[in-house]
């Protein structure tokens, strides 16, 4: 993949680019980069990809003092204040590409959050959707207060908590876990992607996510073809979630992947990818493929 550093408006993003054809943005979740999409690589052989770090999150976590481009110095980047703030850095992201084109927006966890607000905020950059374990609920108070409790213990011992809590429950865990290759690799991943992340960033995000509104009223407007993903075995939104998002959303079709849990872009990746692009070949989003 090409990675470019696009300064936007009101900050400076890392965007992973490759592929050609239909644009297809796939969003990651809280705590992580871009690179949870690596198993989607494949997928640029149909689709323009752009993959980029959030706001806050891995390379775009630091950007050069906006001054003075040249600069070997480096200034924190503004951190997320809201899950909407996010949607909107995404389509300046696409207008900064001269992407003008509909894209499929796909986005996992915090990043379908974002992606709903994408529908919502500006429906007619929006092609097709793709959620993948999220929800269109809004916290409630004690998940809001867990979130706070969470975001109190990461400012005082650092983010090595925050993977010690989370990784967990991120994975579906295999019978032997101990000893799958599988589980191994990706939990590795999880814990480097997590423990790179600003202080900063992580209490931002904690505090946007709990404070993000709820969006069922608001995703019955949405009309484009909607396809749903959860794992079965998701600790975090488990597939009644998913359920209750198809029968909001009009044109919505729901897949759940066995002996998933809430990574099934990591866990399962070629059973995700194949379900992406056949659910893009019957909306009609790839009558023409293009390789690169």
Same mark, same amino acid.
């Given at each position: 993949?090409? !990675? ?20 297809? $943005? ?159 690799? !990706? ?6 992607? !997590? ?31 909607? $396809? ?65």
């Amino acid at each position: 993949m090409h !990675i470019h550093q696009i300064r936007l408006p009101s900050v400076q993003l890392s965007v992973s680019t490759h592929g050609r054809g239909l644009p297809l $943005l796939l969003l990651h979740a809280f705590p992580l980069d871009h690179s949870m999409w690596a198993a989607q690589g494949p997928l640029a052989d149909h689709l323009q990809l752009i993959v980029p770090d959030q706001r806050g999150f891995g390379g775009s976590a630091q950007l050069r003092a906006i001054l003075n481009p040249a600069s070997e110095l480096f200034v924190a980047a503004p951190v997320v204040k809201s899950i909407a703030q996010l949607a909107d850095d995404a389509v300046a992201l696409l207008d900064a590409l001269a992407i003008s084109q509909p894209a499929v927006v796909c986005g996992i966890s915090m990043g379908g959050y974002v992606a709903q607000h994408i529908a919502v905020r500006h429906p007619h950059r929006v092609r097709s959707l793709i959620l993948v374990d999220t929800k269109l609920e809004a916290d409630t108070p004690q998940v809001q207060a867990a979130r706070s409790d969470l975001a109190a213990k990461v400012s005082r011992l650092g983010v090595g908590i925050l993977a010690e809590a989370m990784i967990p429950r991120l994975l579906a865990a295999p019978v032997h876990a101990a000893s799958d290759p599988h589980h191994l690799q !990706i939990s590795a991943a999880l814990r480097r992607m !997590i423990v790179a992340q600003p202080v900063a960033t992580i209490v931002a995000a904690l505090d946007a996510l709990g404070a993000r509104p709820d969006m069922v009223a608001a995703m019955r407007s949405v009309r484009v073809p909607t $396809l749903l993903i959860g794992g079965e075995k998701d600790a975090i939104t488990p597939p009644e979630c998913l359920e209750r998002a198809q029968s909001v959303i009009e044109k919505s079709r729901l897949l759940i992947v066995p002996n998933a849990g809430h990574m099934v872009p990591m866990e399962a990746p070629k059973r995700f990818n194949a379900a992406v692009l056949a659910f893009l070949r019957q909306t009609g989003g790839l009558t023409s493929e293009a390789k690169k």
